[in-house]
């Protein structure tokens, strides 16, 4: 009698969903200040391949057959291109931000008068200024029906509970603790309704353990990886768009039935950006 190993499971069959999403093309994108670590002023950028590199990235979703919607440059605003940073928006509503750093500060209405626009023109429902400090999708990231949200670099503990009443949605705070990781959407990556990715050592050993209670299942990522930005990546289900340099990671997303499509996005990545920062979903 012949007894067969049992063959692994196979991984379940990842399926898109067609998203529509928010960018600021880097017209007056710079390193003039130094507000995170991986921003050093004396460390030229080239302004023509940062736009280059950020269309390849528009052309990708476009290509994925995604929506993508664009918010005018503001001179003088040189992280603008960072739209992820610009709000939240769930069921068509959006809370606008409040940055943390005065360099940043006018960002929040330039966003805001856009959400505003979106509401008369019908796109979204609601738009609501923020009265806590709150930098968007850089800490708050929708799985499912849960938002978690990072605080320790940036956003106030006070915009946990402003999430929480306005989307009647539950809001799991984290603790970031590494510098290099000052937003949640630089350590965690949501892949679907239910499986996210994230780099241990960017959290408080409390936020560990929340993360390996609600996520069991979730994909670890190696320092490696996560040290190019690798988490901040932009998930339809199936399609995980992230820097080509975390390989590591691209691999295991592929074990996992997910089809990783790496873009090079190294002069947004001299002012701590990647992907995900680029790119905020305008949910329905
Ligand atoms: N230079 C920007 C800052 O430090 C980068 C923002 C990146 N955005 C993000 N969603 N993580 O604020």
């Known amino acids: 009698m012949t007894v067969f190993a049992p063959l692994p499971a196979p991984s379940p069959e990842r399926v898109a969903t067609g998203r529509r999403y928010l960018m600021c093309r880097p017209e007056h994108f710079t390193v003039s200040y130094a507000i ?28 994925l057959g995604h929506e993508v919607e664009l918010i ?25 931000a409040r940055f943390t750093h005065p360099e940043r500060h006018a960002e929040g209405p330039a966003y805001q008068r856009w959400f505003e626009r979106a509401v008369r023109s019908g796109l979204l429902r609601q738009a609501t200024v923020p009265l806590a400090t709150n930098e968007g999708e850089g800490d708050f990231l929708v799985v499912g029906e849960t938002i978690l949200a990072g605080h320790g670099f940036r956003t106030d503990l006070a915009a946990h509970t402003e999430v929480q009443e306005l989307f009647g949605l539950p809001v799991i705070g984290l603790a970031l603790v590494d510098p290099r990781f000052y937003h949640l959407d630089t350590a965690l990556a949501v892949l679907d309704d239910t499986t996210v990715a994230y780099y241990p050592g960017a959290f408080s050993e409390g936020s560990r353990q929340v993360l390996q209670r609600l996520f069991p299942d ?30 590591g990671l691209a691999d295991e997303l592929r074990l996992r039935g997910f089809e990783p499509v790496g873009v090079d996005l190294s002069e947004l990545l001299k002012a701590g950006g990647s992907v995900k920062c680029c790119t905020l979903e305008l949910r329905s």
Do not use: C, I, K
């Open 36 to 63: 995170n670590p991986w921003m050093n002023t004396a460390v030229p950028v080239d302004l023509g391949l940062a736009l280059h590199q950020w269309e390849s990235l528009r052309r990708t979703y476009l290509e």
């Open 218 to 247: 979730a994909v670890l990522a190696s320092e490696e990886d996560a040290a190019v930005l690798g988490l901040n990546a932009v998930s339809d289900g199936r399609h995980v768009v992230l820097s080509e340099r975390a390989t």
């Open 72 to 96: 005018d440059p503001e001179p003088g605003l040189p992280d603008m291109v960072f739209a992820a940073n610009g709000g939240l928006v769930v069921g068509g509503r959006a809370l606008g």
